[in-house]
């Protein structure tokens, strides 16, 4: 579905700027939006965890910019352990407040559910966030929802945070570091870190290659960090 509507984009922007018409042309450009950039991802997971053992699992994500200030981003997984099917979905927005400076404030919304075990987690949260291109930081103060069959939803209190640093980061390949409580699929406690090890290489200005290693926890135990499990994230992105 998300690649279907970002081709159907594309193919109306391209029909726009086929305009003969000078009328039509300028009625356009005083509309004074455009598309600047387009994106999908395709992963495929392994998780090896306390809570499942493995975890496997398929998700794909669309990103549309616009003004090169303006961002939708959404995306959909699906995962499988024994008889559990698990479902991810999160859509976010993101705006860069300054055009020629990387600070950005996203609000985010991320659904998680076990529908084997009526079991559904809304998560939603604004961020304001540092992206560079060798480093970044985000704060974010939220709130996140679980409801289990037929009982009430419980209330939680967020803080996803999370920093970055690319080591190596050109044309050709990206290789870099984070450390965060939340990804784009999932938003934890305050002291369930994830440490990340990622590399991505840039194959044409079109497609990349990317591979993810990510080591989770759960949180503490007294002093001592508890460790959840072990997940591998290998796909590809696409941009037009």
Known sequence: MILIFLICIQSIHAQDN??????????????????????AEYFLNADFNRTFNFVGGISAA??????????????????WTEDITIIKLFNNATY?????WPLEVKFAWVYNGLPDYETHIHAISPFVSWNDKYYGISVGFGFRFTSFFDEGPL??????????VNFINNEK???????????DFQMDSFIA?????KASIMVNEHL???????????????????????????????KW
């Open 155 to 164: 209330l939680e209190f967020l803080v996803p945070m999370g920093i970055y």
């Open 96 to 100: 860069r407040i300054l055009a020629n």
């Open 18 to 39: 086929e305009l003969t018409n000078a009328h039509d042309i300028e009625t356009a450009n005083a509309q004074g939006i455009k598309i600047t950039n387009m994106e």
């Open 208 to 238: 990349s290659i990317i591979n993810e290693l990510e080591f989770r926890e759960s949180g503490a135990d007294g002093l001592t960090n508890i460790v959840h499990g072990v997940v591998w994230k290998g796909g590809a992105k696409i």
């Open 173 to 183: 390949i990206c290789v870099g570091m984070s450390l965060a409580n939340y990804t």
């Open 193 to 197: 870190f994830a440490l990340a090890a």
């Open 62 to 79: 669309g990103k549309i910019e616009f003004n090169n200030r303006l961002a939708i981003k959404e995306g959909i997984f699906f995962g």
